[in-house]
């Protein structure tokens, strides 16, 4: 960030946990943030100023610790609102994570409580997503076809490993009601196209719900820009702390859709045959949220936005183009997932010829404090397309450099040495 | 270096090349066991004779090469054992694998199996390791029912 000029070797200093020893001495090289990013020193002290000077419930108190905790809670979603281009702040709802938002959406349909046509679901209705999706973009809808007897469709997947979209107009049909698909995936890096499908929902009345966790924290991403009625993302992925998630909705949507979780604060007025509910966003706040995680992903927010996402996004381009360089070098490697780093974020998932992920990772931690994640990723149904039980995932940030990527190759040679 | 002592020699030497593997006749029962967090899984056969004599057991399946290993060694102590002895062997590869690296193994008992010693010392290991034993022991349970 010296002179606006992003400055990797500054970047890792703002990281205290980069520069830790793991036992026996090794460096520890992190390439795990496609699973959960580390947390800049700026967020940590915010977290901490919030619980030693500031902390006591939000909406509730009347005192002036109460009034600091609402304002910096409510400044978090202030922050967090700007940071992906919401029309309105209220259309900011705060949840634990990005699967309890693709649930809250689940939920709100086939709900006999909520008489709104968009939301109606039963026997006959379709929901599309996608042979790439992480299984919180899967499961949600597969119980909500359990329950309302709806349909659950499946965009299918390329050998590139990119969306194939060549039977579009079938799947996205006057039946659909909702499409949800993820905007770049947690295995291939791919990044989908939004603009087709879109238009496609828009022209037969479906809903359309992107999970965003993985695009969110690694480029820029205008929910207005976008046009999807939904959007779900997570603190814990974009240098915030894990606890607290995102759902973005368009305000009409979120306005007509039932409540998910009733208690605290999501009421109007309670009575003992009936409540009525408080406007969004506090409809879907049931209970005492969040508070420090909020605040601390308002933080990790005014980091990302400080560095700025272009250059985020810019240099993890030009590591994703190096890593698919060095790893292609290793004997027999194959990438799942396109080959070139055009429309593809930094997460490199990869097989190699009769060495178990497990073991690979086994031995670039234990030898090299190389930390990659390794089996199916949350994705099963995309690895059984791909004809492999697991994989080993290397995903870069903002604080990777090229050398890391040397430790990762250097570690593979000596996996395939250990197994020769 | 702590990865040297969890790929001992032994069990790098019967993933590359496992002893018995492959699903045979005759069995008295078959079970299939799977380790949802990583997705290894395991079908095993087992075809008792008289006198609790353990004649086959038999297996395929796909995973890490400690849950494959695990596997292959199992094989070699149980076939052509009996039904006692080896529940025994297993009772103590259990205890050793628990044993967060804590427990002294038995190596008369263990033998080959000895050699998993270092993997107790791998929580996120312990049930690939465990994989095929605990499927054995169902098998058995099985086929004496």
Known sequence: MTDGMFDVDRIRKDFPILSREL?????????????????PAQVIATMREEM?????????????????????YEAARDKVAAFIGAPGRDEVIFTKNASEALNLVAYSFGNPTCDDERFRMGPGDEIVISEMEHHSNIVPWQLLAQRTGATLRWFPVTDEGRLDLSRLEELVNERTKIVSVVHQSNVLGTVNPVDGILARARQVGALMMLDASQSVPHRAVDVAALGADFVAFTGHKMLGPSGIGVLWGRHDLLSAMPPFLGGGEMIEAVWMDHSTFAPVPHKFEAGTPPIVEAIGLGAAVDYLTAVGMDEVLRHEHELTVYG????????????????????RGGVLSFTIPDIHPHDVGQILDDNFGVAVRVGHHCARPLHLRFGIPATTRASFYLYNTTDEIDALVRGLHHVQKVFG | MIAESLYQELILEHYKHPQGRGLRDPYDAEVHHVNPTC???????VKLGDGGKVEDVSYDGQGCSISQAAASVLHELATGSTVGHSLEVVEEFTRLMQGRGQVEPDEDVLGDAVAFAGVAKFPARVKCALLAWMAYKDAVARSSA
């Open chain 1, 23 to 39: 036992p026996g001495g090794r460096p520890l090289v992190y390439l795990d943030s496609g699973n959960s990013s580390q947390k």
């Open chain 1, 52 to 72: 030693e000077r500031h902390y006591s419930n939000v909406g509730r108190a009347l005192h002036t610790l109460g009034a600091e905790s609402t304002a910096a």
């Open chain 1, 324 to 343: 698919l360089k060095a790893l292609s070098e290793v004997p027999g490697l194959r990438i799942i997932g396109p080959t070139t780093a055009e429309d």
């Open chain 2, 39 to 45: 997705g290894d899984e395991v079908t095993m056969r």
